[in-house]
């Protein structure tokens, strides 16, 4: 999970798991849709797109399904917000021209592609749903703009009962509890652990991961919040989870270390290297030279006023010339 974008990175975790996709699918997408789509053709597709001037866009989540009954096939193209953004469909209107543009690319017919915008932010999303809102005109014009609609998912128009009834996938249901009441303080979201608690072990370790780097709980008060929603069992894990997340950094603060050794090493080599080429080039050139300038040398670690050096040496007629141009602080 990305630690910068920790909202976006779980969400992207959450519905390409295709259990809970197919249950957010049948559960929130308006009833006229949701009842058509063929669920054993559900399936994530790639996200990288590029457009015609070659610039790669990466949609949040891009699904691929059929329409019961028929062959044709749609993209349902998520949009994840975490604040109310008021341009999200000029963003959706990219997504969309970049499918259709690779369409074009591959020879296929244009699919129809279905945006849906998921959002929960701490207020509601009253923005417009509808692209031709955009533009405050009257009907006669509007009736020549550009439009689309949106399906729009707000954790804030549905209640905490109205998520739990709706999912069939208690890993959706909890994780959607998570996401809509993430921005509360941590008195208020306390009940919520009630039911991330009562998910599997895997699934807990995936929430949790996403509360704790989001809320920034300090371990001691995790464990008690855990104790107190679900018993003795669930601090272990949740031990377990914080024991490997420190292992990892370890592992990976040490990889960096060494990455860090290697490239100090490569340059005081490539410093060592430029000093001993200059000093050559001045025997070369000049013969013996003073004891105090091979020190001044020595004591260089500027691999570029080195190589200034070197080309002054080159080109001058004489030691004193090249100690003139030399400014050694």
Same mark, same amino acid.
């Given at each position: ?244 997340? #420190? =292992? %990892? +950094? !370890? /592992? $990976?603060? *040490? @990889? &960096?270390? #060494? =990455? %860090? +050794? !290697? /490239? $100090?090493? *490569? @340059? &005081?080599? #490539? ?59």
């Amino acid at each position: 999970m990305n630690i910068k974008r920790p909202h976006d990175s779980f969400f992207k975790q959450l519905l390409r798991d295709p259990e809970a996709l197919k249950d957010f699918l049948k559960g929130f997408l308006p009833e006229s849709l949701s009842k058509r789509i063929d669920y054993d053709s559900v399936r994530v597709i790639d996200t990288e797109k590029t457009d015609r001037k070659y610039r790669k866009l990466y949609l949040d989540l891009s699904v691929e399904c059929r329409i019961s009954g028929e062959e044709s096939e749609i993209y349902i193209v998520f949009e994840h917000k975490s604040y109310p953004d008021r341009f999200t469909l000029i963003q959706m209107l990219n997504y969309l021209s970049v499918v259709w543009e690779d369409n074009i690319k591959n020879k296929e017919p244009l699919k129809p592609v279905i945006p849906v915008v998921f959002y929960h932010g701490p207020r509601r999303f009253n923005l417009p749903t509808e692209f031709a809102d955009y533009f405050e005109v009257d009907e006669v014009i509007r009736d020549f703009l550009l439009n689309f609609k949106i399906v729009l998912f707000d954790t804030n128009r549905h209640t905490d009962e109205e998520i739990l009834k709706v999912c069939d996938n208690f890993y959706l249901a909890a994780s959607l509890l998570a996401m809509k009441h993430i921005f509360e303080d941590i008195d208020s979201f306390k009940p919520i652990f009630r039911h991330i608690v009562q998910l599997d072990r895997d699934h807990f370790l995936t929430v949790l991961q996403y509360v704790i780097m989001t809320k920034d709980l300090q371990e001691e008060e995790l464990a008690k919040i855990i104790k107190r929603a679900g018993g003795d069992t669930m601090p272990s894990l949740a031990q377990k989870w914080i024991d490997q997340g #420190m =292992q %990892k +950094g !370890m /592992q $990976k603060g *040490m @990889q &960096k270390g #060494m =990455q %860090k +050794g !290697m /490239q $100090k090493g *490569m @340059q &005081k080599g #490539m410093v060592r290297e430029a000093r001993e080429m200059v000093l050559d080039a001045i025997e070369t050139r000049f013969g013996n030279y003073p004891v105090y300038f091979r020190e001044k040398i020595v004591q260089m670690t500027d691999r570029e006023k080195l190589k200034q050096i070197l080309r002054m040496v080159v080109r001058a007629e004489s030691l004193e010339e090249v100690e003139k141009e030399i400014t050694w602080n």
